[in-house]
């Protein structure tokens, strides 16, 4: 069903079509080479019973209208306030797409159509007919998000490029469950618009990516057990894999298959089925390391990109992790002697058994002790001068009160602050969502200029902040369902707004950080009118009055399953726009790694009373949390300056 193309770069030089991808192989999905009249067009590309707005397809035929080759589609769409169309593409045969690394399409937006909240593309396994069946759920799904600047230049072609790594899988689907995807379908969702125009499409392309991909540890992970085996997705026609791993990124980065076998970053080269490696041993506490994969097929070698993890805080032979190797590890050892098999706290030295190898190990630390890591917040004044707001929870103090929060919701004891449940072991607050229960409580913070006093606690209440940054650390529980058909996704996190009002709620911009899936989403909100630079917006989220101007989603999948139990850190960055300018800027990082943008904002017109002057963290799952689980906070930090992680 493919016509097949080798990305070689002379290739792309004679074509003129397609950036260059590194010797990837690619399967052409769909061209529009073969349809014949619109008729044609529509019997494969049929419109799917469950939208609300109104979409037609027309088959393209001047090539001056293609991306490449000589047809394309052009798909018209209609939507009012918070409509949806789509159209469901169904293929020739099933294809197997945890072959595939990428699917990337061509996609143009017509000149002077009307703004749209998202594009998404969902796939299908398994068989499916016509008429499409609403219940029938897809595997997999993904957005791409426009902001009202260049993210998508009306009348030219860009290329929207899938990693299947890092998209919205089901609960129990994965990439490589993948296997019999029967249909795709595309979609325009207008959000808080009223949308119309027109989008080309063209050559959907499959492409098997012949590096390795999908690492873990995920790159620049934190935290990582001392005990963590390396894996990764072998790169397509791989025969073997040369292994690099070591602490020097300077070596890992240069090193080739000549330097010395296991005395140095080169560990050898590996069968292709051996798609892991195991570093034997612990690995350093607080430790960094870096790695790469390099593919060998029958023709060449792929050198992979360089990985990176930071290993935890630990002690060896702290069994325990009480930060001390004393009697109590001892023990745990005698409790679990000469057992064997994953998961033994005893097995001080990673060989899958407690024998006299682990008590080597604790007697060698007898009576050693480190201390956690100090109080980030611990004269945070002085330190940090840039910082606004620190809380670290170590302190036992009302929330509510002068220099803290003007409100916070403990839910019934759901919301609270716990020894031990924090970063590195440290007193953090534990979120608890019972079955179905959609709010668990949160935080209100007010810093700057505020005109309503009962938001004032004194936070630096004379200056005006038009651009922040703050920070947070989010932890999921082992075991979290961040999605069901019937709860949805996680919902909100944390929002950034400007309180524009004395005697009520009012706002005049919000910079909302929430689920936008199983990854988060920057959704930034202008309240304030274009032609008078007057709050428009009256009282507390105040929909009707909003306008929605960029959500973007970002890339890890922080609320699925696979990314449980692990320590995040989430930065965020908001940046009012100057008068008259439309230079605003909503971001966020994960472990210091850019995840979205949405810039070019006009969050305010010219309005410049009150400027940024409140966060709001929250726990709010929209349609109930699926089952009765746990997330956690700390180490929050508000700032003038970037922050980065704890250290």
Known sequence: MFRKVLYLAVIVAVLGLWGQVRGDVVDVLEDFEGYINDTDLNARWPYSPWPSGVVTITLLTDAGDAHGGSQAMRWAYDTAYHEWVDNVYIFDSPVDLSLYSEVRLWVKVGVGSELVQSLYVRFFN????????????????????????PYVNPGQWFEWVIDLDNISYNPGVTHDDLTDVRALLFGEWGGNYAAQGII??????????????GPSPVDAAENVEPDAV????????????????????????????????????????????????????????????YWRIDEVDASA?????????????????????????????????ASQWLMSGEGLEADGNFDGKVDFGDHAVLAGNWLYEVEPAEDECENWEILHPEWIFCDDFEVDSAFVREGRYFEYNNNGGDFVPLEGIGVDGSKGMRVIFQEGEVSAGGFKLSFGRNPNSYMDKGIRN???????YYRMYLKMQDGWVGWTSSSGYPGKLSRATCFSSASDWSQAMIAHLWSGGYALRVDPVRCVDLATSLVKCVGYNDFAHMDWIGAVNGITQIFDSVHDGIWYCVEAHVKLNDPGTSNGVQEFWIDGQLE??????????????????AILFENYWNNGSPQ????????????????????
């Not at 949405?598 to 940024?612: E, K, Q």
């Not at 689980?629 to 922050?643: A, G, H, M």
């Open 126 to 149: 398994g068989p499916y007919t016509l008429p499409p069946d609403p219940a029938h759920e897809p595997a997999a799904r993904t957005s791409y998000e426009r902001g009202e600047g």
């Open 200 to 213: 080309d499409i063209d050559d959907i392309l499959l492409v098997r990516g012949v590096t390795a991909s």
């Open 230 to 289: 390396l894996e990764w997705k072998a790169g397509y026609g791989a025969v073997s894999h040369d292994v690099y791993f070591g602490t020097s990124e300077s070596d890992v980065t240069n090193a080739d298959n000549t330097w010395p076998v296991g005395t140095s970053v080169y560990k050898g080269n590996q069968s292709v089925d051996a798609n892991s490696y195991d570093p034997v041993g612990g690995l350093a506490s607080e430790q960094d390391y």
């Open 301 to 333: 070698t792929h050198t992979g990109d360089v990985w990176s993890f930071t290993v935890k805080q630990y002690v060896a032979g702290d069994f325990g992790g009480d930060y001390s190797v004393d009697i109590n590890d001892v023990n745990l050892m």
């Open 462 to 468: 004379t200056e005006d902040f038009r651009e922040i």
């Open 596 to 613: 979205a943008v949405s810039n070019y904002l006009n969050f305010v017109v010219s309005y410049t009373d009150y400027a940024i002057n």
């Open 628 to 647: 009765l689980q746990e997330r956690y906070f700390d180490n929050i930090v508000v700032s003038t300056q970037p922050i980065g992680p704890y250290q």
